[in-house]
T-cell receptor, first 113, second 114 residues
Framework: DMKVTQMPRYLIKRMGENVLLECGQD?????MYWYRQDPGLGLQLIYI???????SEGDIPKGYRVSRKKREHFSLILDSAKTNQTSVYFC???FGTGVYEQYFGPGTRLTVL | KTQVEQSPQSLVVRQGENCVLQ??????????LRWFKQDTGKGLVSLTV?????DKTSNGRYSATLDKDAKHSTLHITATLLDDTATYIC?????????????FGAGTQLIVIP
């Protein structure tokens, strides 16, 4: 069963706290992504990972970092969260880049107070 | 600047009616275009992908067209069901390689009423 999981699904943090969002996939996909989705905007790419320890910045990487130590697992870290990082975060994975279909997780709704 | 514009922003139809969603883009180059369905509180699920200069696809009650000359795509939903209530997102890929980026539209919110 092809699946992308995200934990936690909901998270409330105070400004300045650290945040860890976790993503897993069971399809042995090489490529994984972190996006954020804000009302009225299209998804914005934060980071892309081409494989273990092979990560590249996306369009809005400032304030975020990632870790990929196993192919099936990709983490998004917010060091000292800010209120403008309140958003819904989506993880996705795909066999490759370009036209390959991306499979999305259910999202994590993060609120930073 | 938004490079993928979707219209309408929202749409209400009665169950059984047909509807058409539009996607206009300025992304260059335009390698492919994909339509996703996003149920409320869920992730995106791919409906179809269009690749050719003038392309058409069909997936059950969903059919889509792409005209790269006009940089325009449509998603047709036939005989809508209540479960079609969702946000439909148009995504343009600018290359078919690892150097490529995906450009997401903000989506059309479709509500199907009984």
């Amino acid at each position: 069963d092809m699946k992308v999981t995200q934990m936690p699904r909901y998270l409330i943090k105070r400004m300045g706290e650290n945040v860890l969002l976790e993503c897993g996939q069971d399809m042995s996909h090489e490529t994984m992504y972190w996006y954020r989705q804000d009302p009225g905007l299209g998804l914005q790419l934060i980071y892309i990972s081409y494989d273990v320890d092979s990560n590249s910045e996306g369009d809005i990487p400032k304030g975020y970092r990632v870790s990929r130590k196993k192919r099936e697992h990709f983490s998004l870290i917010l060091d000292s969260a800010k209120t403008n990082q309140t958003s819904v975060y989506f993880c996705a994975s795909s066999f490759g880049t370009g036209v390959y279909e991306q499979y999305f997780g259910p999202g994590t709704r993060l609120t930073v107070l | 600047k938004t490079q993928v514009e979707q219209s309408p922003q929202s749409l209400v139809v009665r169950q059984g009616e047909n509807c058409v969603l539009q996607c206009n883009y300025s992304v260059t180059p335009d390698n492919h275009l994909r339509w996703f369905k996003q149920d409320t509180g869920k992730g995106l699920v791919s409906l179809t992908v269009l690749v050719d200069q003038k392309d058409k696809t069909s997936n059950g009650r969903y059919s889509a067209t792409l005209d790269k000359d006009a940089k325009h795509s449509t998603l047709h939903i036939t005989a809508t069901l209540l479960d079609d209530t969702a946000t439909y997102i148009c995504v343009v890929g600018d290359r078919g390689s690892a150097l490529g980026r995906l450009h997401f539209g903000a989506g059309t919110q479709l509500i199907v009423i009984p």
